[in-house]
């Protein structure tokens, strides 16, 4: 009852932006504020189809319309008790565009709310403009990469990619190395997905890449090159048509890093310290292409190809106290290719049909190489390791949208996945100057199937909305390895509930939960015994169950105008059938596998802030707390404490970057990960309006140490990694587009209000 009065209090005023060429314009702002005292009262952004609805309560409001490249527009509005205004169409005359800088009054913040995801979006950060997304998405808050590249958030690593919405067959790393961050228009964050997505991985994380919706023809080109042999040029070419949509592109990059390491280990048999360099470098290249076609104004076809090479080396070169040397190596890598196929049905003004075909496969052949030799460098111990076999996965899906009324909207679908992959091992000793073969050709064959069914329902009452949804998934696993094979089934429900609450126009609350699922990798089920080096192996555990997680958030933004924004947002996880990558003793090895290790609980804060006090200065800062436990036999507590900062002057297109990170102590699997704290310094230079020189300086003053302590039941192990220094890059970035210049008219079509829009 409280939210059915709470919604006849409130107004409604919509409408259409459109330009003088009757095209709509995508992303104007509209602001309305109150008379007479002109306090800001509500406002949002145009969606797609250049449609606009703002809430207000009843009175008299000044609307302001504004896009960039446009003459601003003012319209008076009077709003009653649950009443619609509509404004119909609103056009806003072109203007000359200067070179010089255009000021908007309003902007999105770079962290939003958009009803279950949390937008990011770089604006014109510099340190993040110039390089990866990989590298800007350190200066995310909640989002941690580790000298490893590994990307956490909400302090785990079982992270779901998407890219435009599509998964692919790249590891998250090795994708997000690629994507230059110029050309990503947002990142969705998804840490409590809803039925409709997937409930593989405790977090999706969805890069959409920029589009241009507009008429004409845009390239862009940009070429990179860094200390320590880290180089790479990537670009591509568009064509915008009123029916036709096509891009083609291709990269080829180099990114390596070097790091001087230092690692003591000792057992009751053995202790050893070896200290040395350790290199890791991967070198992806390949095409990309994308077509969409619009048969109709309610029919689409979409798609997308990608075709190309990857591989990724890592070696190790270090000298023991015993005066020994060690010398290994690891090359893997081969071919990768996805297909996406995809139609969209819109039929009887607020249905949707959507279906898609995916198909993606991934090379891995692998070449491990290991000496170990004496201080009068004979070889006294060697193998080598020689694995190939690919990977795939075949995804089909349904997905059906009825928006049966403004708020009201119902989806459900279908999604069936298929993944599998072949692998043959064969290792080889070093005896009498050459390696031979040792013990048979080893093979295994992995294949999981999943089935998933799922229905939702969203409404918004006033300024709460609200989403309920169900999934329920079928999943069958099947390890075959010789003679040998490990099953396992499961049929698993996995609901979710979102709710949010705007106060008004700059405070939001929202409220969420859901049931999420991890399956392990097909390498950590494999049961083949692997050498690692003369004193270390790794061995799969077939009996290995999915983890299962509980996920509870909740939310607050609140934004202060153009001065800026804040937030906080807390949560809570327990996985059940934790999996730990664990070390032990054995004999005279060190051997590490995967367990199910109890569970564990995972609860933390974020809070992050936005001020922009003068024209020519943004300070930007995060604190992320989390206490992590684990429950086995006992309690393992660790408590992480994560802030960043960046301090950036500059106006327009010329700016200054210093930013810094701060990573307290962590748990890792079996010990500790010691403090640790970079800066970073960020240049951006424009040498005309299509082309910029962006200079980074990474760890300038050098104090970027991962410092690890493993300890077990007769073992112990410490290590530390020393990125080498100095890390250095620069970057040429070419932008052009010729939109403006061909935009034509084009025949008005219907448009529909249906549609949500974010407000801010």
Same mark, same amino acid.
């Given at each position: ?6 919604? *006849? ?64 527009? =003012? ?11 509509? $404004? ?12 010089? !800088? ?13 009803? %279950? ?14 390089? @990866? ?25 079982? #992270? ?24 990503? !228009? ?11 997505? %997937? ?28 200390? &320590? ?126 279906? =898609? ?28 390791? #020689? +694995?190939?076999?690919? @990977? ?22 279908? *999604? ?14 070093? =005896?009498?100057?050459? &390696? ?45 390895? %010789?003679?040998?094979?490990?099953? &396992? ?22 409220? =969420? ?41 909740? +939310? ?12 906080? !947002?807390? &949560? ?7 999996? !730990? ?24 804060? %974020? ?15 995060? $604190? ?137």
């Amino acid at each position: 009852m409280f939210l059915l009065v709470l919604s *006849q209090l409130t107004g409604t005023v919509k409408g259409y932006v459109y330009g003088e060429d009757r095209s709509p314009l995508i992303g104007a702002v509209v602001i309305a504020y109150t008379l007479p005292d002109t306090q800001k009262a509500g406002g949002t952004y145009t969606d797609l189809k250049g449609y606009f609805e703002v809430t207000l309560k009843p009175g008299d409001y000044l609307l302001k319309v504004d896009f960039v490249g446009h003459e601003e527009k =003012s319209l008076k509005v009077s709003v009653k008790a649950d009443e619609v205004v509509d $404004l119909g169409r609103i056009v806003l005359k072109q203007m000359a565009i200067e070179v010089q !800088e255009v000021e908007v009054e309003a902007q999105a913040p770079k962290v939003t709310y958009e009803g %279950e995801k949390k937008v990011i979006r770089f604006a014109d950060e510099i340190t993040s403009k110039g390089s @990866s997304t990989l590298d800007a998405l350190k200066n995310v808050p909640g989002v941690t990469v580790d000298n490893n590249d590994n990307v956490r958030i909400r302090n785990t690593s079982n #992270i779901t990619l998407l890219i435009n919405g599509k998964p692919t067959v790249m590891q998250i790393s090795e994708a997000l190395r690629q994507i230059p961050a110029s050309s990503v !228009e947002r990142i969705e964050i998804i840490t409590n997905p809803g039925a409709k997505y %997937e409930a593989e991985g405790r977090v999706i994380m969805n890069i959409v890449l920029k589009k241009h919706h507009d008429e004409g023809t845009a390239a862009s080109l940009m070429g990179r090159i860094g200390t &320590f042999n880290n180089y790479g040029v990537s670009g591509s070419i568009g064509i915008n048509t009123r029916r036709l949509k096509f891009t083609i592109g291709g990269n080829y990059f180099v990114f390596a890093r070097y790091m001087d390491s230092r690692t003591s280990t000792s057992t009751p048999s053995f202790e050893f310290t070896s200290e040395g360099v350790r290199f890791y470098r991967m070198k992806p290249y390949g095409v990309r292409s994308s077509l969409e076609y619009r048969i109709t104004d309610n029919d689409v076809l979409t798609f997308e190809g990608n075709f190309g090479f990857w591989n990724f080396a890592m070696g190790w070169n270090g000298k023991y106290d015993s005066g020994r040397e060690t010398d290994a190596s690891v090359d893997i890598g081969g071919k990768r290719l996805s297909v996406f196929a995809g139609y969209t049905r819109n039929f009887l003004r607020n249905h949707t049909l959507d279906v =898609s075909i995916y198909y993606g496969m991934r090379g891995g052949n692998e070449n491990t190489v290991n000496y170990m030799r004496d201080a009068d460098g004979n070889v006294v111990y060697g193998f080598k390791r #020689i +694995s190939s076999g690919p @990977s795939g996965r075949w995804r089909g899906k349904v997905d059906y949208t009825w928006q049966y009324s403004k708020h009201r909207k119902i989806e459900a679908g279908y *999604q069936g996945d298929l993944w599998n992959s072949y692998d043959t091992t064969r290792y080889y000793t070093y =005896s009498s100057g050459n &390696f031979v073969q040792d013990g048979p050709t080893l093979t295994s064959r992995y294949r999981r199937t999943t089935h998933a069914g799922y229905f939702s329902y969203s409404n918004r009452l006033g300024n709460f909305s609200y989403s309920l949804g169900l999934r329920v998934e079928r999943t069958e696993r099947a390890t075959y390895v %010789e003679d040998s094979v490990y099953t &396992f089934t499961s049929t698993d429900p996995f609901p979710s509930v979102h709710l949010s609450y705007n106060l008004n126009v700059s405070n939001q609350i929202s409220l =969420s939960y859901s049931r999420r699922v991890w399956h392990p990798r097909h390498w950590m089920i494999n049961p083949f015994m692997r050498v690692i080096d003369e004193f270390t192996r790794q061995k799969g555990n077939p009996d290995l169950k999915p983890e299962y997680t509980h996920s509870f958030e909740a +939310s607050y933004q609140r934004i202060f105008g153009r001065r800026g924004y804040a937030g906080i !947002e807390a &949560f809570y996880k327990r996985t059940d059938n934790n999996i !730990e990558y664990i070390p032990t003793y054995e004999g005279t090895n060190v051997l590490y596998t995967w367990l199910n290790a109890g569970y564990t609980t995972s609860s933390g804060i %974020e809070v992050y802030a936005n001020y922009h006090p003068w024209k020519l200065l943004t300070l930007n800062l995060s $604190l992320d707390v989390y206490d992590h436990r684990v429950y086995l036999d006992s309690v393992t507590r660790s408590l992480t404490y994560d802030a960043k900062g960046s301090v950036t002057f500059g106006r327009g297109p010329i700016g200054l970057q210093l930013s810094g990170k701060y990573s307290g102590p962590r748990y890792v699997p079996g010990g500790v990960q010691r403090a640790m704290y970079t800066f970073d310094l960020g240049l951006r230079v424009p040498l005309s309006r299509s082309i910029f020189v962006i200079a980074q300086f990474n760890d300038f003053l050098g104090t970027g140490v991962r410092e690890v302590e493993i300890t077990g039941e007769d073992f112990r192990q410490v290590s530390s990694h020393r990125r080498k220094w100095p890390s250095l890059s620069l970057m040429v970035m070419y932008d052009y587009n010729n939109f403006r210049r061909f935009r034509k008219p084009t025949k008005e079509r219907e448009t529909s209000p249906e549609e949500e829009v974010p407000q801010f």
